[in-house]
T-cell receptor, first 115, second 115 residues
Framework: DAGVTQSPTHLIKTRGQHVTLRCSPI?????VSWYQQVLGQGPQFIFQ???????GRGNFPDRFSARQFPNYSSELNVNALLLGDSALYLC??????????????FGPGTRLTVT | AQSVAQPEDQVNVAEGNPLTVKCTYS??????LFWYVQYPNRGLQFLLK????DNLVKGSYGFEAEFNKSQTSFHLKKPSALVSDSALYFC?????????????WGAGTKLIIKP
């Protein structure tokens, strides 16, 4: 079975630009979460989407936005990029409604570098 | 503020010896607890979780973790370390009552297993 996939793998952008990151969850998983992982730190929660609705938001500015599509894939958008946005962006999916829904499955991440 | 602490940035263990990676948390209520592992240039992989029940939980790759409510700890253990266990390990906590399934993460512990 295919795991969580993310694209692109790597991305280099300039300050002030906009970026879109994409995520496809494991088949059957309806919930997608986004995390930012700065080098040397643990992941920081950005968003959770379930059934195309935002169900949670971390402490990130409004420059960060996301959406989930009918096929449960998701996009993370970041506007007006800052140098501090350079990080590994992780997408995670999970199933819902059972004990196993407590664990999230992560994609390989998108490495964003802002210059 | 709710937080997760991994007090050791790095743990060095000889192959074949037992290993322990420490995690303590400061979260209200009875949280759900998780361990994930991250290999270089790869996403996070789920190892094990504690939701309720027996304080000793067993997970993937021979790892286990012991939940101690009075010490608010959830240490990761393995009886006999392998060189292939070398990776970055993260402890994560989901606060009780958080319907957003947001995870609070530790900063990670680098585990180095020497032959």
């Amino acid at each position: 079975d295919a795991g969580v996939t993310q694209s692109p793998t790597h991305l280099i952008k300039t300050r002030g630009q906009h970026v879109t990151l994409r995520c496809s969850p494991i088949s059957g998983h309806k919930s997608v979460s986004w995390y930012q992982q700065v080098l040397g730190q643990g992941p920081q929660f950005i968003f959770q989407y379930y059934e195309k609705e935002e169900r949670g938001r971390g402490n990130f500015p409004d420059r960060f936005s996301a959406r989930q599509f009918p096929n449960y894939s998701s996009e993370l958008n970041v506007n007006a990029l800052l140098l501090g946005d350079s990080a590994l962006y992780l997408c995670a999916s999970r199933t819902t409604g059972t004990w196993s829904s407590y664990e999230q499955y992560f994609g390989p991440g998108t490495r964003l570098t802002v210059t | 503020a709710q937080s997760v602490a991994q007090p050791e940035d790095q743990v060095n263990v000889a192959e074949g010896n037992p290993l322990t990676v420490k995690c303590t948390y400061s979260v209200s209520g009875n949280p759900y607890l998780f361990w994930y592992v991250q290999y270089p240039n790869r996403g996070l992989q789920f190892l094990l979780k504690y939701i309720t029940g027996d304080n000793l939980v067993k997970g993937s790759y021979g790892f286990e973790a012991e939940f101690n409510k009075s010490q608010t700890s959830f240490h990761l253990k393995k009886p006999s370390a392998l060189v292939s266990d070398s990776a970055l390990y993260f402890c994560a906590v989901r606060p009780t009552g958080d319907s957003n399934y947001q995870l609070i993460w530790g900063a990670g512990t680098k585990l180095i297993i020497k032959p």
